[in-house]
T-cell receptor
Framework: NAGVTQTPKFQVLKTGQSMTLQCAQD?????MYWYRQDPGMGLRLIYY???????DKGEVPNGYNVSRLNKREFSLRLESAAPSQTSVYFC????????????FGPGTRLTVL | GNSVTQMEGPVTLSEEAFLTINCTYT??????LFWYVQYPGEGLQLLLK?????DKGSNKGFEATYRKETTSFHLEKGSVQVSDSAVYFC????????????FGEGTQLTVNP
C-alpha cells in the first residue's frame, strides 16, 4: 500500500496563477481532508469530504475549491493564488480499517510570490 | 468553541531526560484524543490515542492518559532519545463534529546527545 500520496511535493507560483494539488489514497478511506500548516498555528482544516460525492467547508476555505473525484482522489484547487496561501498543505484520509484515525500524506510545500 | 491548547515550545532536552508536553482541551462532549508526531520534512503520523476517560494510550515509550476531570491529555516519556526530535501535535475529535480533528499549535522538541 502506498497509503496517502500527494503531488507535487514542492511548487512555486506567482500571484494570480492557478494550480491543483492532487491527493490519492489506497487505504479505502471514506473521508478525506485538506489542511494547511503554518508556523505557530498547527493544522487548520480547509475542506473535507465525509464520503464520496460530498464536500464541506472547514475552518479556512476562502480562496480554495475541492473535488472528490472518486473514492480514492480528493483534489484542492487554488483559482488565483495569493501570497497568504504560502503554506504546507497536507491531505489526510480516515475510515476503512482506521475508523478513528486520520492518515496523512507527506505534504506539498507551496510558495506564492 | 472546541479547542486544543498545547504547552508552548520549543522544548530542548538532553538525551535520557524525562519529557512532558502538556495538552488541554475544551469540548462539548466526550472527544477522542490523539497525539501526532511530525518528523522533519514528513507528514504527521499517529503516535497514540485514547477514546474514553481514564484510557492510557502508549507507543514507542510515549504515554498519555485521558483525564476528563482536568480535560487534559499530557504526553510523557521517561527517557528521550535524539531520534525523538520532532514536532508533536495534540488533537481531539468530537462525535458531534463528525470526523473533524482540532489540532493544537504543535510543540517542537529537540533532544541533544
Amino acid at each position: 500500500n502506498a497509503g496517502v500520496t500527494q503531488t507535487p511535493k514542492f511548487q512555486v507560483l506567482k500571484t494570480g496563477q492557478s494550480m491543483t494539488l492532487q491527493c490519492a489514497q489506497d487505504m479505502n478511506h471514506n473521508s478525506m481532508y485538506w489542511y494547511r500548516q503554518d508556523p505557530g498555528m498547527g493544522l487548520r482544516l480547509i475542506y473535507y469530504s465525509a464520503s464520496e460525492g460530498t464536500t464541506d467547508k472547514g475552518e479556512v476555505p476562502n480562496g480554495y475549491n475541492v473535488s472528490r473525484l472518486n473514492k480514492r482522489e480528493f483534489s484542492l484547487r487554488l483559482e488565483s493564488a495569493a501570497p497568504s496561501q504560502t503554506s504546507v498543505y497536507f491531505c489526510a484520509g480516515r475510515g476503512g480499517k482506521s475508523a478513528d484515525t486520520q492518515y496523512f500524506g507527506p505534504g506539498t510545500r507551496l510558495t506564492v510570490l | 468553541g472546541n479547542s486544543v491548547t498545547q504547552m508552548e515550545g520549543p522544548v530542548t532536552l538532553s538525551e535520557e531526560a524525562f519529557l512532558t508536553i502538556n495538552c488541554t482541551y475544551t469540548a462539548t462532549g466526550y472527544p477522542s484524543l490523539f497525539w501526532y508526531v511530525q518528523y522533519p520534512g514528513e507528514g504527521l503520523q499517529l503516535l497514540l490515542k485514547a477514546t474514553k476517560a481514564d484510557d492510557k494510550g502508549s507507543n514507542k515509550g510515549f504515554e498519555a492518559t485521558y483525564r476528563k476531570e482536568t480535560t487534559s491529555f499530557h504526553l510523557e516519556k521517561g527517557s528521550v532519545q535524539v531520534s525523538d526530535s520532532a514536532v508533536y501535535f495534540c488533537a481531539h475529535r468530537e462525535v458531534t463534529s463528525g470526523s473533524r480533528l482540532t489540532f493544537g499549535e504543535g510543540t517542537q522538541l529537540t533532544v541533544n546527545p
